[in-house]
């Protein structure tokens, strides 16, 4: 049976957007629950007529239904899609309880809205409150809060999950988890206090009972109480066996491919997988449960799932150009393939090269919070600087490059970026974790505008020590890199792998070469979207190891920066400190 083509970016697009569209529904729906906090009258006039009209409306009925049943058919689709049902705790639970709510779900929309628009019973919470607390308050209301508790916490963990990489996030988790505990807590809270106004008005005015009560016999409503429980079973049978027959063709499914169109693997230590044909190797090991690396998680943008075909090279799809081009660059032997791209179409032997379960002495890359992102990378470096200790005592040397140190991190960290790496005079930062490409590199910019005016102030301070101004270099460049925590767990420290911090340095290196002291790639000012300077050409920047040059702006001096910054938008070093 073959695999089904999926456009995942689309498909994970509307996702979110449907789960946001329903996520902010519930919310203003536990906000209209708050207002009877207000008592009823005005849980009726404000969270009734104000907070859900919009949502009320044709439009709005009609926005919701169709993001109810899209998201709905996405996740029933990718419980179909699952080869097996091996996941975190956060992601079973967010999908059991997505599973469950349709079932909680049918008898509310039931009572709220069908009974409305096809019954025409009256729209209010005086009949809805009424229904929970005192025609039905031993099974409507208890199934009422447990709606309530299973679509927030669905919700929420939705959120959790789309924004737990965010660091802005992260650094007001718990400012977002007291807000998840107080707007269900009000809500219910509300609905307390309006459902005991409502058992008291109805306690003493008989004409509350007859208005917002169920019909009476002899009322031309007198079946539709009946009716309704006829569609709430039905719509909840129906889900059930639109449930079961998802889980029974993911059955039948995975049987067929494990039986009759599947691919044997084994592996160098004797374990062997049956995985359905179309699979990579990367897949198929996951698939079985066996340890297989993948930093970037089969991206390919690293090659630590790489291994070596033992037997069956012959029924490998060939490497694309992409594949090819990256194990060519690490010097790859014939015959080794990336697990994340190779996909066997008959049977095959591997040896995975980087084992995935052996622990690292002291030193450690946190995978779990490292993530790829788009950065800039800004390095400095002096020039010439063994000439500083020449004819000094050591400490005076020190000195001098202890304040270029200090100056420089100084003014990295005054405008977001974090410091990297200090060897020796080479300073290496990186601008916007938070992956807000154009603010990082803006940053990265007028950082290197107030580390050059910091460098030429030093150079004023310590003329009298000095032969020659300090000399020193800049290289700017942006691009995808993998950001994580690296180093003992006592000595952690922010990295990033990839090409973008190499070729910043490259950059810097190539200013000597190049006589001017900063060189910013095309790449940092179109992720700055600057426009095209018409008064500095790009000019091409030779990288080592790269076929072709890397285009660039070169900057001589000081003014004719600042002047560019100004002429791009960007106040200058000068009018920020």
């Not at 005079?425 to 154009?438: F, I, K």
């Not at 660039?552 to 002429?567: I, K, M, N, T």
Request: hydrophobic letters at 45%; one cysteine or more.
């Amino acid at each position: 049976m073959p695999a089904l083509g999926v456009n995942f970016d689309l498909e994970r697009t509307i996702r979110l957007a449907t789960g946001l569209t329903l996520f902010t529904y519930a919310a203003c729906h536990f906000l209209s629950h708050a207002t009877g906090l207000l008592l009823l009258d005005n849980l009726q006039a404000i969270g009734h007529g104000l907070i859900l009209r919009p949502w009320r409306t044709p439009g709005g009925v009609a926005l919701l239904l169709t993001c109810f049943t899209l998201h709905l058919c996405l996740g029933l689709y990718a419980l179909f899609r699952r080869r097996h049902l091996r996941m975190p705790a956060i992601e079973a639970w967010q999908l059991g309880l997505g599973l469950t709510i349709p079932l909680l779900l049918a008898p509310h929309v039931t009572d709220t809205r069908v009974a409305v628009i096809y019954f025409g019973l009256e729209d209010s919470y005086f009949r809805i409150l009424y229904h929970f607390w005192i025609t039905d308050p031993t099974i409507g209301l208890p199934r009422q809060f447990l709606l309530m508790a299973l679509i927030w916490t669905h919700g929420c963990i939705g959120i959790h999950m789309w924004l737990r990489y965010r660091d802005w996030y992260r650094r007001r988790a718990l400012l977002f988890l007291l807000i998840a505990l107080a707007v269900p807590a009000f809500a219910i809270a509300g609905l307390i206090n309006a459902g005991w106004e409502v058992i008291l008005r109805a306690y003493i005015d008989d004409g509350f009972i007859e208005a917002h009560g169920p019909p009476a016999r002899s009322s031309p409503h007198a079946q539709v109480p009946a009716a309704l429980g006829a569609i709430i079973a039905n719509l909840q049978i129906g889900y059930l066996v639109l449930l079961a027959a998802v889980l029974l063709l993911r059955w039948l499914r995975n049987a067929y491919e494990r039986r009759l169109a599947a691919v044997r693997i084994d592996y160098r230590d004797g374990r062997r997988v049956h995985a359905p044909r179309g699979y990579s190797v990367l897949e198929a090991s996951r698939f079985a449960g066996i340890p297989h690396a993948s930093v970037c998680g089969g991206r390919m943008r690293c090659t630590t799932c790489r291994f070596r075909v033992l037997r069956g090279a012959e029924n490998l799809s060939p490497p694309q150009p992409a594949e090819h081009a990256a194990l060519a660059r690490i010097g790859a032997p014939e015959g080794v393939r990336l697990g994340c791209q190779a996909r066997p179409r008959r049977d095959l032997a591997v040896y995975p090269l980087i084992p995935a379960d052996r622990p690292l002495d002291g030193l450690r890359v946190d995978l779990d919070q490292g993530r790829e992102i788009f950065v800039t990378a800004m390095f400095v470096d002096l020039r010439d600087s063994t000439k500083l200790a020449a004819n000094r005592l050591p400490y005076d040397a020190i000195f001098i490059i202890d304040a270029y140190i200090r100056a420089t991190t100084t003014a990295i960290l005054a405008r977001g970026g974090v410091v990297t790496s200090v060897a020796g005079d080479g300073v290496m930062s990186l601008y916007r974790l938070d992956g807000d490409a154009a603010e990082g590199a803006r940053a990265a910019l007028r950082a290197a505008s107030a580390i050059w005016r910091e460098i030429e102030r030093l150079s004023e301070e310590f003329a009298h020590d000095l032969e020659a101004p300090l000399s020193f270099g800049i290289g700017l460049h942006s691009g995808l890199s993998v950001v994580g925590v690296v180093g003992a767990s006592d000595r952690q420290s922010v990295q990033f792998l990839g090409d973008t911090g190499n070729v910043a340095a490259r950059l810097e290196s190539l200013t000597k070469e190049m006589n001017c002291v900063a060189i910013v790639s095309a790449a940092t000012c179109s992720a700055a979207q600057f426009p095209p300077p018409p008064a500095w050409p790009f000019v091409g920047a030779p990288i080592r190891g790269r076929d072709a040059a890397t285009p660039a702006l070169l900057f001589e001096r000081l003014d004719d920066y600042e002047y560019w910054l100004e002429y791009c938008g960007e106040a200058p070093a000068r009018s920020r400190c």
